[in-house]
């Protein structure tokens, strides 16, 4: 009896350990890649704030969520759950803001480029027009060609500091603006006829973008209806006749149901927006 009671120790004490050893690397491991990926984004963002604190925000809100979760439906699964959602959702916000700014930033590029050839054929120089077109604009695009011509005025060339607004806008129309502006700076030429061509394509692309959006709107409300649409069923059965549901909520062949059904519904959402997402 003490030799089997010796061996549950041991062996709970090494599954402990191996537990606490791997959850503990992916822990920090989880916490080095949120720290360096909040340095690099919201410095994009021209948004400074201490990484750490984002992060203790973060498991703090975890953590909440975890205990509401459990304490509202007295599911210890669906609480993990949600509080692996909240850990994971700032980098899904960031990615989808980024793609946000982004977008707002080749929709500004078009008057930007119209008005910065009005100015270089009344006369005015590519830089005083800049810093001119620059102050009347909005964000990002003030922000990020604000930085560009501050970078300037510290001494780096109009090369790299036009390569490095690329580099943080890296989306088609700022590499079109890219590479006439480092054209003309170093060959000269007509860059006013050159602007008003790149921002009447970049119209015309995005004109046809609006339309492909507009088309396809249909489809990704589907998808999104389609994955809604069994929780929202299960919840309002969970309401109707609680005691039913039990055996869905509360036993391992309802997990596995569950499972394969979330498994399903993210594998048609995948494939619906992939459908839906055509590239121009």
């Known amino acids: 009896m003490t030799t089997y009671i010796f061996s549950i120790f041991i062996f709970v004490f090494i599954s402990s350990w191996l537990l606490q050893h791997y959850l503990g690397k992916s822990y920090r491991q989880y916490q080095?890649?949120?720290?360096?990926?909040?340095?690099?984004?919201?410095?994009?963002?021209?948004?400074?704030?201490?990484?750490?604190?984002?992060?203790?925000?973060?498991?703090?809100?975890?953590?909440?969520?975890?205990?509401?979760?459990?304490?509202?439906?007295?599911?210890?699964?669906?609480?993990?759950?949600?509080?692996?959602?909240?850990?994971?959702?700032?980098?899904?916000?960031?990615?989808?803001?980024?793609?946000?700014?982004?977008?707002?930033?080749?929709?500004?590029l078009p008057d930007l480029l119209l008005a910065l050839a009005g100015a270089m054929r009344s006369g005015s120089g590519?830089?005083?027009?800049?810093?001119?077109?620059?102050?009347?604009?909005?964000?990002?695009?003030?922000?990020?060609?604000?930085?560009?011509?501050?970078?300037?005025?510290?001494?780096?060339?109009?090369?790299?500091?036009?390569?490095?607004?690329?580099?943080?806008?890296?989306?088609?129309?700022?590499?079109?603006?890219?590479?006439?502006?480092?054209?003309?700076?170093?060959?000269?030429?007509?860059?006013a006829e050159t602007l008003e061509g790149i921002a009447a394509t970049l119209q015309a692309r995005l004109h046809l973008l609006g339309r492909i959006h507009a088309l396809t709107s249909q489809g990704r409300m589907q998808a999104w209806v389609m994955a809604a649409l069994p929780f929202v069923l299960a919840l309002v059965l969970h309401y109707l006749d609680p005691q039913a549901m039990q055996a869905l909520w509360q036993t391992p062949a309802?997990?596995?149901?569950?499972?394969?059904?979330?498994?399903?519904?993210l594998t048609g959402v995948y494939f619906i927006r992939r459908i839906v997402s055509i590239q121009v």
């Open 32 to 108: 080095q890649r949120f720290t360096q990926a909040a340095t690099s984004h919201l410095g994009e963002f021209f948004l400074f704030l201490d990484p750490a604190q984002l992060w203790l925000a973060n498991v703090l809100a975890g953590v909440t969520i975890v205990m509401v979760t459990w304490v509202f439906s007295g599911l210890l699964w669906v609480a993990m759950i949600a509080g692996i959602l909240v850990l994971i959702t700032p980098q899904y916000v960031v990615r989808r803001y980024r793609r946000r700014r982004l977008q707002r930033f080749d929709e500004q």
């Open 126 to 191: 590519m830089q005083a027009a800049l810093r001119h077109i620059v102050l009347q604009s909005p964000a990002p695009l003030s922000q990020e060609f604000g930085l560009m011509l501050r970078e300037q005025r510290m001494g780096v060339g109009l090369d790299q500091a036009l390569a490095m607004l690329y580099q943080r806008m890296p989306s088609e129309g700022a590499g079109l603006v890219v590479s006439a502006l480092t054209i003309a700076a170093q060959s000269g030429g007509g860059l």
């Open 254 to 265: 309802g997990w596995v149901v569950i499972a394969l059904v979330l498994g399903l519904e």
